[in-house]
């Protein structure tokens, strides 16, 4: 399905977020001035401005988050929106009504946005393309496939800290194959004007031809992150894996696991970013994940203003 069609308007303006697919750069970076100007929300006495205030919005998660889920509902709620929580284990659709109309019931009950997770790719496209016209939906992460939000608040955190992407060296470590973070990552950093986007890992976990996105390949983990400017670990998806694709997790600590001796080679003020959930010990040791370097929990409270950002742009309600 055609992203640029399903998600933009006929003046090139979100009505959804679905995938960094098909946005121009012109997009990412109006939506992360507008997160830096909300960034400032959430320290304040009263951690509310009305810019969404009568909307109601609900989350529908069918697959587990802790980070995702929250950030969307303080973001929603900071917004001054009215939200509703539905898990999938929740949800009539375990009593065999379809997915489909499960959400035509809640649009009967005039909902202007659903923030949608899902663990089969596209699904959340398909859903965007089944909703009545003013009706915002934004993808929270579906299957191996897109997730874009993710992709915008890791551009807010870089952005804090290296404000110039031209001159950039970004390297995303891990399980790539299984990833819907890398290959949002990727788009974005790509959209963004980064000229050096290296990706590290496993051959079993790297997709063949990923090249053509516009990154290289690197099989060792100390010389992919040469003088890199911001390193982004992944987490090994093993909910994801089918077969046999890993020796075990300590021979894979061993390889590509980041510790404190292999981030001297990267850049001397390299940041580390990881989406979480962390498996300290397998991805990262850590004295990595607790150090200097990293800016892990940062980009979980910029995960708040770039949810809000993108809240408040889809629903047409950004203030100018
Ligand atoms: C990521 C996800 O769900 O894709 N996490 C997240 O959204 N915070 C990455 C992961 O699960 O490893």
Redesign the pocket.
């Known amino acids: 399905m055609n992203s640029a069609a399903v998600q933009l308007n006929d003046k090139h303006e979100l009505r959804h977020f679905l995938s960094i697919e098909g946005l121009r750069r012109e997009h990412l970076e109006r939506i992360l001035d507008l997160a830096d100007s909300f960034v400032g929300v959430s320290t304040r006495a009263i951690k509310k401005v009305p810019v969404l205030r009568g909307k109601t919005i609900v989350n529908l998660f069918f ?1 587990p ?1 802790t ?2 889920r929250t950030t969307f509902e303080l973001a929603a709620k900071r917004l001054s929106a009215d939200v509703l929580n539905i898990s999938g284990s929740e949800s009539a659709v375990l009593k065999g009504e379809s997915m489909l109309d499960m959400l035509r019931n809640l649009q009967a009950m005039h909902c202007d946005m659903f923030v949608i997770r899902h663990s089969v790719s596209g699904a959340v496209h398909f859903i965007a393309s089944q909703l009545a016209p003013g009706v915002a939906v934004i993808n929270a ?1 579906d299957g191996c496939h897109s ?1 874009p939000t ?1 992709a915008v608040l890791d551009l807010l955190t870089i952005r804090r800290h290296k404000r110039d992407f031209s001159t950039l060296k970004v390297v995303i470590v891990g399980d790539i194959a299984h ?3 890398a290959r949002s990552e990727i788009l974005a950093l790509r959209l963004m004007g980064v000229p050096d986007i290296r990706v590290v890992g496993p051959r079993t976990l790297i997709p063949t031809g990923i090249e053509s996105m516009g990154v290289t390949v690197h099989d060792r983990l100390h010389e992919g992150i040469r003088d890199a400017d911001v390193i982004i670990v ?2 090994l ?1 093993r909910e994801r894996m089918c077969g046999f694709l890993l020796p075990n997790e300590q021979e894979y600590f061993r390889l590509y696991g980041l510790t404190e001796a292999t981030l001297a080679h990267a850049g001397q003020d390299v940041i580390v970013m990881h ?3 962390i498996n300290r010990g397998i991805e990262m040791e850590s004295e990595v994940v607790d150090g200097k370097a990293a800016r892990i929990l940062e980009q979980v409270s910029y995960g708040i203003a770039s949810r809000m950002a993108i809240m408040a742009l889809v629903v047409g309600a950004a203030p100018t």
């Open positions: 697959e988050s980070r995702t992460g997730h993710q990833s819907r973070v992944l987490r998806q989406p979480g959930p």
